[in-house]
Structures are given as structure tokens and as C-alpha cells.
């Protein structure tokens, strides 16, 4: 949808995806969307350059997540939170619900 605007699908998703999950890791992105894990990875190494995004070591493993002084980072929220709005609400649902670890054996829905 804002292809056209950020120059790059693969830029649209990364910036989608830390939106909603507020930090995230280029092989969890690349995984999420079915994407090549090299273009995401340029992707985020790009917007880290150019001071959209931060990135922090968690053990063996660099998560990135949007660079609060950043200076046009309320209107880029703001611009990626109309977008999602267009989105389905299936996808929307997917891409806020973040399970991080096993459900418990027997534990109901």
C-alpha cells in the first residue's frame, strides 16, 4: 500500500510489522511475510543508517525497533497507523497477536 511512497515492499513490511510489534528481528519479519531474508535485512540496516530505527543486541540476535528521536517519527507512526487501518482485519489480528512461547498442554482457547 505505501510502496510507491517508502520505494520498497520489503521497507512497507518492516516498518508495518515494528509498528505492531513494537521491536522485531529480520529473520521474524522475513518469516512472518515469506520474504527474502537478505532484502529484509538491507531493509532494516538502511532505516538504522538513516536514523529511523535503533537496533540493540538480545544475546546473538539484533532487534530493531523505532528511533524515538528520530524527528518525523509521530507523523511516520501516524502515516503506518492509517495504513494498517486499510489492512484486513485478519491480517491486523495476525500481526498484533505475538505469541513468543509454547501454550501450556490442555490450556483452553
Do not use: W
Amino acid at each position: 500500500m505505501l510502496e510507491p511512497l517508502l520505494g520498497s515492499v520489503n521497507r512497507e513490511r518492516v516498518l508495518i510489522y515494528i509498528l505492531a510489534r513494537g521491536e522485531a528481528y529480520a529473520r521474524e519479519v522475513a518469516s512472518y511475510y515469506n520474504a527474502a531474508l537478505l532484502g529484509v535485512q538491507r531493509q532494516m540496516e538502511g532505516l538504522e543508517a538513516a536514523g529511523v530505527l535503533y537496533s540493540r543486541q538480545a544475546g546473538r540476535t539484533r532487534l530493531y525497533g523505532f528511533n524515538p528521536r528520530y524527528a518525523f517519527l509521530p507523523e511516520l507512526k501516524a502515516l503506518l497507523e492509517k495504513a494498517l487501518a486499510f489492512y484486513p482485519d485478519e491480517e491486523k489480528d495476525r500481526l498484533v497477536m505475538a505469541r513468543k512461547r509454547p501454550r501450556r498442554k490442555d490450556k483452553p482457547l
